[in-house]
């Protein structure tokens, strides 16, 4: 079923999303070569935990080992924290991040450059960021869950980029995920409408290739069929009556995105 927050559970959600929103930044500096997946790791486990209560929402979940998922170049999600991989000049890499507080989740993750990387690269993650700015403005009383992924689809256009289709955002709330799924891929009107109190975790996925995407032997990791880079951008946001309400950020990059009528709409 589809849960319907109050304002004050939306507020709480917030509080948990915060601490997500400024580990994002907080981390940025971390992300050099080097560092090892694990490290990263435990700056993130390190940060949350250094809030009241705050406890990493995937650390247990499935049985995943890490507190964060680090994912490097061609891995799309659920990359396993680990000290012998280490960050080189170049690489891209995705973390995601889940906090619990005071019962409540929310979900966010973004994906750093690694000191310099190609223009191939950084392109990726310039359309990824700006696909899930798209997608957040679809997020309003009356348009549906395909407006979400129809909006992910219509900003990357005819780029050569595959739209990872076999993982999909998701509701937040009690749960890290909960009900409806949201698809990165959509039709204008089509799935369950989207209501004032729906809380919803929207993720574009592309790869700089196919959008086929297949899991290592680990049982976690899942990368690109075809080992192509791959970008992953997420933010738990809430549907208001005044419009899309990010959780996990407090501010959008005014400077590299101008909204819809943007460049990126283009
Ligand atoms: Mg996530
Ligand atoms: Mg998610």
Not at 197 to 217: C, F, H, K, N, Q
Request: charged fraction near 25%; glycine fraction near 12%.
């Amino acid at each position: 079923m589809i849960h319907l927050r109050s304002s004050e559970e939306i507020d709480a959600i917030a509080r948990g999303g915060a601490i997500i929103g400024e580990l994002l930044e907080a981390v940025r500096p971390e992300v050099r070569p080097g560092v090892s997946t694990l490290e990263l790791d435990r700056f993130c486990e390190d940060f949350i935990c250094s809030h009241d209560g705050a406890t990493p929402a995937f650390k247990g979940l499935y049985g995943f080992p890490g507190s964060v998922c680090v994912s490097l170049n061609e891995e799309v999600v659920h990359g396993i924290p680990s000290k012998r991989r280490r960050l080189k000049d170049g690489d891209i890499v995705s973390i995601d991040v889940g906090v619990r507080l005071d019962g409540w989740c929310s979900d966010s993750a973004w994906t750093y450059p690694v000191g310099e990387v190609s223009g191939e690269a950084e392109k990726l993650l310039e359309v990824t960021e700006k696909a899930l700015w798209n997608a957040l403005d679809a997020a309003v009383p009356g348009n549906h869950v395909g407006d979400i992924g129809a909006a992910v689809m219509a900003l990357v256009g005819g780029r050569p980029y595959g739209i990872i289709r076999d993982l999909v955002g998701h509701g937040v709330g009690r749960e890290v995920h909960e009900e409806p799924q949201v698809p990165n891929v959509g039709r204008v009107g089509h799935g369950p409408l989207l209501r004032p109190g729906m809380v919803v975790a929207i993720e574009p996925m592309l790869s700089a290739g196919t959008a086929d995407i297949r899991t290592l032997e680990d049982g976690w990791t899942v990368i690109t069929a075809d080992r192509a880079l791959s970008a992953h951008f997420e933010h738990t946001v809430a549907v208001t009556d005044a419009g899309p309400r990010v959780l996990t950020s407090t501010a959008r990059p005014v400077d590299a995105w101008t909204g819809p009528g943007g460049p990126g709409n283009a």
